[in-house]
């Protein structure tokens, strides 16, 4: 069981945020949720899926990309032909 | 492209699109001047594409998806782009930020999920065949829901370049149209190898449908008819499997034994991929501005936090908690264990039989607003997912009503069958005209 207080780091941690109104439906749901996933206790085996395909990779060689001004035009805010971001630090 | 053009402005009573093209240029080919919706997760250059989400609302995208440019290259005049449930996440296109879409069959339904606007577009005569994408049921669930035809490819047939990606390792584009002909034609143009996607198998799809199914096995899977399953939906579908015997096909009872825990191993899988795949959504590069005075966690949490739906925000949370540390083996390494079974489970079934048959979905279409809570809402794709994690091709194909709603005929093939999965609809489809 997850309670509202680990609901909301989870919140927290994805970046997704969680309006204290809906902290408790969300809380319901979640257990709910994982409460059905808990049939995964009785999966017996240990191989997970592979393909037949493996490393698929081209040359490590500079190819054509989209310019720049194309790149830029869905950008919601620019300075000097480049991107501007919220400050990391 | 040439310099055909033709104008499209249905009256779009179902809310199926998001975006149409007034006027559209096209060129000569073998789907010259059809009017072929787009779903709205697929890229379009030029076109506004959404994902139904305000997170992309006012994105153009500067690149064409492959797909599209096979579809352009073919002279395939594309018309719109549809409505979905935001990125994918759900089985009645209620979860979109623009709207839910309406079942053209009865507008008090919904037209499931969560490809229900390409679905309502060809149930409600606006275009003969449009592009969905299925990473749990998604084409093959609004195909059964209103009454059209819908195929999942096999894993690797069809390229991804340019959709936006939910769950890389469960979806793929698929075709849908009114009937079967027109889903296999689509197919052709759709199908075959693309270096941009890695997971691309060089398969190309040239096939013609062909109606002999005599000496054709059919594999009936218990779990298909169980508990759950609506029972008028359920004698729908057997009476569509009797009709298959009647064209010369013989019926064989199996079981796929991991279908017990094949819907958590989904809904784990899925999460996961959706919580490292939505990450990018920052309202930096595109959609609603970031706020950039704020520090990058606070900026970054609000725009997601006002544009991102609940269903969103619940899925990535769900993915972000099951890869947690403490978590990550309890969840996502059993789910990935369970697929693995699921996978052999087809396998052996498979070795004795030629293709499966089920109902598409539980019950018949929903009343819009109906199902409220998450949990049950994820319940009702357990006959579609197994599919998707299993990586084998399925079509819907309508088999007749319960209700008065459309029932779906699932047939699902082996790996690189979709040929014999698209014949075997079309010998159900040509023996009822």
């Known amino acids: 069981m997850a309670t509202e207080q680990e609901v909301y780091h989870i919140a927290e941690l994805?970046?997704?945020?969680?309006?204290?109104?809906?902290?408790?439906?969300?809380?319901?749901?979640?257990?709910?949720?994982?409460?059905?996933?808990?049939?995964?206790?009785?999966?017996?085996?240990?191989?997970?899926?592979?393909?037949?395909?493996?490393?698929?990779m081209r040359e490590d060689e500079t190819e054509p990309s989209l310019p720049r001004e194309e790149v830029l035009r869905n950008v919601a805010a620019q300075e000097d032909g480049f991107i501007k971001a919220p400050r990391v630090m | 492209m040439g310099d055909n053009e033709c104008c499209f402005e249905p009256e779009d009573r179902y809310n199926a699109f998001l975006t149409t093209c007034k006027k559209v240029t096209h060129g000569s080919g073998k789907l010259g001047g059809i009017a072929v919706a787009v779903k709205d997760n697929i890229s379009t250059q030029g076109i506004e594409t959404t994902c139904a989400s305000k997170i992309l609302k006012g994105y153009i995208p500067p690149y064409d998806a492959h797909v599209v440019q096979l579809l352009k290259g073919s002279g395939a005049a594309i018309v719109g782009k549809t409505n979905m449930d935001e990125f994918g996440m759900g089985t009645t296109t209620e979860n979109s930020a623009f709207g839910p879409t309406l079942n053209p069959c009865d507008t008090g339904r919904v037209p499931g999920g969560s490809s229900g606007g390409s679905a309502a577009a060809i149930a409600g005569g606006m275009v003969r065949m449009a592009l969905g994408t299925d990473t749990g049921g998604s084409i093959r669930c609004p195909a059964a829901f209103c009454g059209i035809?819908?195929?999942?490819?096999?894993?690797?047939?069809?390229?991804?370049?340019?959709?936006?990606?939910?769950?890389?390792?469960?979806?793929?584009?698929?075709?849908?149209?009114?009937?079967?002909?027109?889903?296999?034609?689509?197919?052709?143009?759709?199908?075959?190898?693309?270096?941009?996607?890695?997971?691309?198998?060089?398969?190309?799809?040239?096939?013609?449908?062909?109606?002999?199914?005599?000496?054709?096995?059919?594999?009936?899977?218990?779990?298909?008819?169980?508990?759950?399953?609506?029972?008028?939906?359920a004698a729908v579908v057997n009476k569509a499997v009797g009709r298959l015997e009647e064209l010369g096909a013989t019926t064989i009872p199996c079981s796929i034994p991991s279908m017990e825990y094949a819907l958590a191993a989904y809904y784990v899988i899925c999460t996961c991929e959706a919580s490292s795949n939505l990450a990018r959504f920052d309202g930096v590069r595109y959609g609603p501005a970031a706020d950039a005075k704020k520090s990058w966690h606070e900026a970054y949490q609000e725009v997601r936090?006002?544009?991102?739906?609940?269903?969103?925000?619940?899925?990535?949370?769900?993915?972000t908690f099951a890869l947690s540390s403490g978590y990550y083996g309890k969840y996502y390494a059993k789910a990935q264990v369970a697929r693995g079974n699921v996978k052999k489970d087809f396998a052996r079934v498979f070795a004795d039989v030629d293709v499966i048959a089920g109902p598409t979905m539980p019950t018949v279409a929903f009343r819009l607003g109906e199902?409220?809570?998450?949990?049950?809402?994820?319940?009702?794709?357990?006959?579609?997912?197994?599919?998707?994690?299993?990586?084998?091709?399925?079509?819907?194909?309508?088999?007749?009503?319960?209700?008065?709603?459309?029932?779906?005929?699932?047939?699902?093939?082996?790996?690189?069958?979709?040929?014999?999965?698209?014949?075997?609809?079309?010998?159900?489809?040509?023996?009822?005209?």
């Open chain 1, 14 to 56: 994805a970046d997704v945020g969680i309006n204290t109104g809906e902290l408790g439906t969300f809380t319901h749901q979640f257990n709910a949720i994982l409460e059905y996933f808990d049939v995964l206790d009785r999966v017996s085996g240990d191989t997970a899926v592979t393909r037949d395909l493996c490393n698929v």
């Open chain 2, 149 to 233: 035809v819908g195929l999942k490819p096999t894993y690797g047939r069809v390229s991804r370049y340019g959709l936006i990606a939910y769950a890389n390792s469960l979806e793929q584009i698929g075709p849908m149209g009114r009937t079967v002909d027109d889903v296999s034609v689509l197919m052709q143009v759709i199908a075959g190898y693309d270096r941009r996607d890695s997971t691309s198998y060089d398969r190309p799809y040239t096939h013609t449908p062909c109606a002999d199914i005599q000496g054709l096995r059919i594999g009936i899977p218990q779990e298909y008819f169980g508990s759950g399953v609506n029972p008028e939906v």
């Open chain 2, 305 to 319: 936090r006002a544009n991102f739906g609940t269903e969103v925000r619940r899925r990535i949370m769900l993915g």
């Open chain 2, 371 to 433: 199902k409220s809570d998450p949990l049950s809402m994820y319940l009702t794709d357990i006959l579609t997912v197994p599919v998707n994690l299993a990586g084998i091709p399925a079509i819907s194909v309508p088999c007749g009503t319960a209700e008065g709603m459309p029932v779906g005929l699932q047939i699902m093939g082996r790996p690189w069958e979709d040929e014999r999965v698209i014949d075997v609809a079309y010998a159900y489809e040509q023996g009822c005209i």
